[in-house]
């Protein structure tokens, strides 16, 4: 007798302790559901805002070799200035450095949550010119989504990205003369080609 209390007892510790287990399983598994989909949440909105475009700046921007091959053949600019071996290294060392410049600005701008950059000209800059005046703005969406909209856009390029403080664009950031670059953000406007040539 006493022999089958005590197999009941093992009996009803060990359903005892599966019903524990299935039910701290099933109030247990939304939990780790929701927690899963705000991390991936998190992490969506992470990568869209916060990825510097320094990553993947090689796809879409022609390399040193491509600008020294094309350069070699080169023996004026777009204004018929001659082009000599000098300023063809001077051009290659200022693209590099604008473009460093331009990333360096979306970057630190990032660190501080900047939504709007907008265009300037270091000088005048007679092939930007036809495509883009100073104060037209890109968001940062859309700098994710379009790379190529960073400068600078051909080389000799006068054109610089600056960050706007602010998260809209109001009234009076209009009267200083910010209006939106892309009419349709989804489709990247008509951009210089990199070969037009703009000695300093
Ligand atoms: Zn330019």
């Known amino acids: 007798m006493p022999l089958v209390i005590v197999i009941s007892g093992i009996i009803f510790f060990l359903l005892l302790i599966l019903f524990i287990i299935r039910y701290g399983v099933i109030k247990q598994k939304p939990e780790d559901e929701l927690e899963n989909q705000s991390i991936i949440h998190t992490s969506g909105i992470y990568s869209i805002v916060r990825k510097s475009p320094r990553e993947n700046i090689d796809a879409i921007k022609p390399t040193s070799e491509e600008i020294s091959q094309y350069l070699h053949d080169q023996t004026v600019d777009?204004?018929?200035?001659?082009?000599?071996?000098?300023?063809?290294?001077?051009?290659?060392?200022?693209?590099?450095?604008?473009?460093?410049?331009?990333?360096?600005?979306?970057?630190?701008?990032?660190?501080?949550?900047?939504?709007?950059?907008?265009?300037?000209?270091?000088?005048?800059?007679?092939?930007?010119?036809?495509?883009?005046?100073k104060g037209h703005y890109i968001t940062r969406e859309n700098i994710y989504a379009h790379p190529e909209l960073i400068p600078p856009f051909h080389l000799g390029c006068k054109c610089i990205l600056k960050h706007h403080e602010g998260t809209e664009v109001t009234p009076d950031t209009a009267k200083l003369g910010l209006r939106p670059f892309l009419q349709d953000e989804e489709l990247l406007p008509a951009l210089p080609n990199w070969k037009h040539i703009l000695k300093t």
């Open 78 to 133: 777009i204004e018929n200035n001659e082009v000599t071996e000098q300023d063809k290294r001077i051009l290659l060392s200022f693209w590099h450095k604008s473009l460093d410049n331009a990333i360096n600005e979306i970057e630190e701008g990032d660190k501080r949550g900047i939504e709007f950059y907008y265009y300037d000209f270091l000088e005048e800059d007679v092939v930007c010119k036809k495509f883009i005046s």
